[in-house]
């Protein structure tokens, strides 16, 4: 949640970048108002051979918005001319103008295309994600919580998590993709990444090519089905192109051969593995330090009781019935279970009895 000033800057910058889309009509508004009465107050003289204030010519200016003059006729050109032409250009003004303002200002959670355009104005460094979908949706979510201002653009409305969007307050952009319009709204220029994260290849492609055309510095994450064309974007378009199926296939072979590993992921030739510790035979008396270096691997978090630490320190002892979340290798990983004595896999019956809460494997 934002705080009160945080939630206030917005709105300034909001307001701000209302000001720039409408300063024709904020002009002509001031030229109307300011001008006009000045002109009435040194022009006009009453029948009876009286001049009038700046008020009174500022009210018969008002009134003349809604073709109701507050002032009787006389005979001169300067003044005629005023009374003919403020009527239905300031008719104009109000409709198109100052109606959109207000409408924009105050119903911001339409999500029209106008108003995020709006919103997005106010944002520098943002991330695009395109693509609304479970993929899309997580990635915003990740990037909210690490603060990250974000504008979605999904082209179905009845796509699976628009209400979801749309209730957290995300500005959500319904649009095609191909439209030379879409990707401007979003204020791409001044984005400093875009995620593109729909389910069509080739919709995937055409989305980076128009944001880097836009913005060549903006960093791209393109979502491809196809291994092989990943592997030939990443080669010649410098960009972060990944496989779901690549994702998910260590993750999903590791946990067939032993579900207690939580996560998976390779650095350079190394798959490296993630998995939940229950302290006990070698363990105890052991600190995180000696973990480290005789097994190489790293402690992420302890639980003890119903405290947990995240990164504990070096001299931290591990007592008998502490939880202990290690990163490592995954020959690191066998070594260390070894060590443990649990060397085999558990039985799958036993699984959900040796994981916390949230770190179930989907198997």
Known sequence: MKSPAARLMVDLRYLRALARRFRSTLLLAAVIFGLGPLLYHWRYVGPGGDGISYGEALHHVYFLLFGQPSLPYVSDWLVETLNILIPP????????????????????????????SVVSETMKGHVVVCGAGRVGYRVVTQLREMGKDVVVVEKREDATFVSALRDENVPLLIDDTRSPLCLPR??????????????????????????????????????????????????????????????????????????????????GKHLMVVSLFVVRDGLPGMNVSQVRDRFGGLALSLIRGDTETLHPTGDVVLQAGDQVTVQASYPEYCALRAFTGESDAPAYADHDNFLMPGYRSAG
């Not at 003004?93 to 911001?108: E, I, N, S």
């Not at 836009?214 to 990944?242: C, S």
């Open 89 to 116: 250009v300031s008719i104009a003004l109000v409709v198109d103008g100052v109606v959109r303002f207000a409408y924009l200002f105050f119903a911001r959670h339409k999500n029209d295309k106008e108003w995020v």
């Open 186 to 267: 979003t204020h791409v220029k001044k984005a400093s990444a875009i995620v593109c994260a729909t389910d069509d290849d080739l919709a995937n492609l055409n989305i980076a090519l128009d944001a880097r055309r836009l913005n060549p510095g903006i960093r791209v994450v393109i979502r491809l089905f196809d291994d092989d064309l990943g592997a030939k974007v990443r080669d010649t378009f410098k960009a972060e192109a990944l496989s779901s199926s690549s994702l998910a296939a260590p993750a999903m072979a590791l946990a067939a051969l032993d579900p207690r590993l939580i996560h998976s992921f390779r650095i």
